[in-house]
């Protein structure tokens, strides 16, 4: 079981660590990725929000979302263990943002060329799927081929499969691919993907990094998750954390009406427009003009910058309401 403090990353399987927390009688739902491997398309990854059908449920479903019987909240309110069990997670219990780090926009493209060069490269190799997922203390794949995962962990890069665990200091990207067996290459860049440069130079990369990005991803994917339960949400698509943009992100909406109301709705940790993290939303088609909501820039859509989140104690909160405002506008409700 991974150990938060540890030094050396430990075997892990989020969903039998919340079973164990939760004790006979219920059953649990996390954020993180855990085995098995799932073989069936499209996504070829678990379903955080799946709680299976009534004849599935032996028992009640503890779920960070409303989709369950009970959510973490309602554990964590009247247990210290499971709260403490809960905040690192981002099940319930949220804590607040911490302070940008320095030089933060180098070294976020380091990592972000990690992510995309070379450990998305792992799962894609397997089975074409090079979506990644927030886990604790970092960000990894899901589960993949004979029950493997590839995950940043810390300033470690970590490859689990089965029962085993290899870990290797984060150097360079030349390292990092040795290490997992793949190559480093970036061809599907997309327009906000950095370049991966100079194989060998040594990456800005460390455990502060990884911790404050890993704690960003794990706000939003929280409430990336919820806004995927809302009642009438059209055709949701999963919660993924995408390489190429370095960005946590799903898709709800009917691209196919005549009034456009799919749209992405995201985080990211920053970008060359951005130098900070910022949650957005990205309208598949045209948005009112008039509409102040619709106040980025860079891009056709709305944003909500870090400094307008960090100050508040529940993040999480001020995300949902923001992803709120652009669903009720895009479809209502």
Sequence with gaps: MFQLGTMTPRYRNPQAEADAIVGDGLTARVLEPSPPAVATAPWFADDPTDVGSDEQQAARVVTPTSAGDLHWADLAGADGTVAAFCQPRWLANYLPLSAVPDHYPVRRDDLHRLAFGVVSNTRKAVNGKFGLRWTLGGFGTPFFGVDTQVRVEGRMLVRQYGDKVDAEEITTLAAAAQFLGVEATSDQAEHDTVALGVLDRPLTVDG????????????????????????????????????????????????????ITRATYGASPGDAAHPEPYLYVGPWGPVDPG??????????????????????????????GFYRQAFGRLIGG
């Excluded at 509409?291 to 949902?320: M, Q, R």
Aim: charged content about 20%.
């Design 208 to 259: 502060e990094l990884v911790t404050f990005v890993s704690n960003w991803f794990g706000m939003a994917t929280a409430a990336l998750e919820e806004l995927r339960c809302t009642p009438g949400a059209p055709d949701p698509s999963r919660v993924q954390l995408w390489p190429g943009h370095f960005d946590v992100a799903v898709e709800i909406g009917d691209a196919e009406s005549e009034r």
């Design 291 to 320: 509409d102040p909501f619709w106040n980025d820039a860079a891009f056709t859509g709305a944003s909500l910058p870090y400094a307008a989140i960090k100050a508040d104690p529940n993040p999480c909160g001020v995300a949902l």
